[in-house]
């Protein structure tokens, strides 16, 4: 029987795609599935987030977790926050339910002493989160950057960076 490889990284999509913009965490880990590249990634779709993904991220050896997030920058904005900056970014400004329970989450994996060491958060700057079930032209147009930063990331860890 061949040995069943672990993941090079877990990959959360966070967000509402009910809500236009909120949901691009999802759109883009639902892209991810079927990246090319020769990446082994589990992809979660975290939705709007819940204590049932407390025991994903602690056992997740690399994270990359995606969401909308305010970041007070135009919409279609990327940033890839990785480590300690990841976590100062969730424990700053919160304007949607997920974002804090994201951060609920990583606090509740660093006390039981099992915050992945390699983790990162791939924010995008939202236009709208009203009803609509696509993001708007500047989030979707944002997209491609949004997936190559990730794939770039976790190949870099994969390979030892």
């Known amino acids: 029987m061949a040995a069943t490889l672990a993941p090079d990284a ?3 999509g966070i ?5 236009q913009d909120d949901g691009i965490g999802v759109h883009l880990a639902r892209a991810l ?3 090319p590249g020769g990446l082994r990634l589990r992809v979660v779709d975290g939705g709007t987030v819940g204590l049932s993904l407390l ?3 602690e056992t997740a ?3 990359v977790a995606l969401d909308a997030m305010e970041m007070e ?3 279609g904005t990327v940033c890839l926050f990785t480590g300690a900056a990841m976590d100062r970014q969730l424990l700053g400004r919160k304007t949607t339910a997920h974002e804090v329970a994201l951060a609920d989450l990583m606090q509740a994996a660093s006390f039981a002493g099992r915050l992945p060491t390699r983790r990162a958060l791939l924010a995008v700057q939202p236009a709208q989160t009203t009803w609509g ?4 032209a500047d989030v979707a147009a944002a997209m ?3 997936l190559q930063l990730v794939l770039d990331k976790v190949r870099e860890w994969r390979d030892g960076a």
Do not use: K, Y
């Not at 967000?15 to 809500?19: F, Q």
């Not at 079930?133 to 708007?136: D, S, V, Y």
């Open 10 to 12: 877990l990959i959360l």
């Open 15 to 19: 967000g509402n795609t009910l809500l």
């Open 33 to 35: 599935e079927a990246a």
């Open 55 to 57: 025991n994903e991220i």
């Open 61 to 63: 050896l690399p994270l």
């Open 73 to 75: 920058a135009p919409p």
């Open 133 to 136: 079930l696509a993001p708007t």
């Open 144 to 146: 491609p950057q949004a």
